[in-house]
């Protein structure tokens, strides 16, 4: 069935560094894929999304590239913040196969030190 | 348009009792989805209501039940309660259309059993 796998965290990185956090995917046909972010003491939000093969969604300073031939949507920013630490989940969308619900990783927990 | 709202966002009780758990949704959306979070189980999911009838479901046991009114607001029950079941509840509403599986999640119900 489909299912994602992110890398294991926690990140430590300190502030102007640059993440990445990887993000591969198994699927049958061409689900979305999202990237939800979730503060200390909050629920998720949605903090970008692709639809498509080689879209790129951004938001925030971060981007992620909808990669078919990788099966893969890693979360990118170029300068991380001491605001950016967080917990990071990627999502694929729903497809024929799997009755419209989101199959969700295990979230990668980030900390940005000043 | 207001968020997803939850409520309460912090309980206690004890081992052996029940508890009822409430979410509004975004006004308009249609879909209402559950989630247990805990650190060691990431984000689990528990099941979905669409026009109040269930039209996904996780594998939890038969404890754990919902229901969604004419509204679209939902409530999530737990009886018996066990130890276990401490965890941050999130609640998630969509549209529910062929492609409105887009998430906007509440600020969740913090449920402790002791």
């Known amino acids: 069935g489909n299912s994602v796998t992110q890398m294991e965290g926690p990140v430590t990185l300190s502030e102007e560094a640059f993440l990445t956090i990887n993000c591969t995917y198994t699927a049958t046909g061409y689900p979305s894929l999202f990237w939800y972010v979730q503060y200390p003491g909050e629920g998720l939000q949605l903090l970008l999304k692709a639809t498509k093969a080689d879209d790129k969604g951004s938001n925030k300073g971060f981007e992620a590239t909808y990669r078919k031939e990788t099966t893969s949507f890693h979360l990118e920013k170029g300068s991380v913040q001491v605001s950016d630490s967080a917990v990071y989940f990627c999502a694929l969308g729903p497809d024929a196969g799997n009755n419209r619900k989101l199959i969700w990783g295990l979230g990668t927990s980030l900390a940005v030190n000043p | 348009k207001a968020g997803v709202t939850q409520t309460p966002r912090y309980l206690i009780k004890t081992r052996g009792q029940q508890v009822t758990l409430s979410c509004s949704p975004i006004s308009g959306h249609r879909s209402v989805s559950w989630y247990q979070q805990t650190p060691g189980q990431g984000l689990q999911f528990l099941f979905e209501y669409f026009s109040e009838t269930q039209r996904n479901k996780g594998n939890f046991p038969g404890r754990f039940s919902g229901r969604q009114f004419s509204n679209s607001r939902s409530e999530m029950n737990v009886s018996t309660l066990e130890l276990g079941d401490s965890a941050l509840y999130l609640c998630?509403?969509?549209?529910?259309?062929?492609?409105?599986?887009?998430?906007?999640f509440g600020p969740g119900t913090r449920l402790t059993v002791t």
């Open positions: 998630a509403s969509s549209s529910g259309g062929a492609t409105g599986y887009e998430q906007y």
